[in-house]
Nanobody, 126 residues
């Protein structure tokens, strides 16, 4: 099994920045595609960002493109989400997810991921 623990969420004003971390245990992450998803109040969970096994490929939802950056450090067994120029509509619980992959590609659908973290709250005030 893979255990994922998110951290780094908090309360910020619009225009501010946060850096989320997802620390993994149980397995090394080098063979896993990783993703970040978010769920806003009253909304369904939605895709935010994904990164391939090697970190060589990334993909972003249109709503966060240009503002968020996903990265990974397989030596540290950790993935990150740098969130800049935050907007009130970014307010959500953010979840880290992992999926074993044989190929070095991105995975962007929530039902493709097997392992999930508990989530970390991000609140952006106006």
């Amino acid at each position: 099994q893979v255990q994922l623990v998110e951290s780094g969420g908090g309360l910020v004003q619009a225009g501010g920045s946060l850096r989320l971390s997802c620390a993994a245990s149980g397995r090394i992450l080098s063979n896993y595609a990783m993703g970040w998803f978010r769920q806003a109040p009253g909304k369904e969970r939605e895709f935010a960002a994904a990164i391939s096994r090697s970190g060589g490929s990334t993909y972003y939802a249109d709503s966060v493109k240009g503002r968020f950056t996903i990265s990974r450090d397989n030596a540290k067994n950790t993935v990150y989400l740098q969130m800049n120029s935050l907007k009130p509509e970014d307010t959500a619980v953010y979840y880290c997810a992992a999926r074993f992959n044989y190929q070095d590609g991105v995975v962007i659908t929530s039902d493709s991921y097997r392992y999930w973290g508990q989530g970390t709250q991000v609140t952006v005030s106006s």
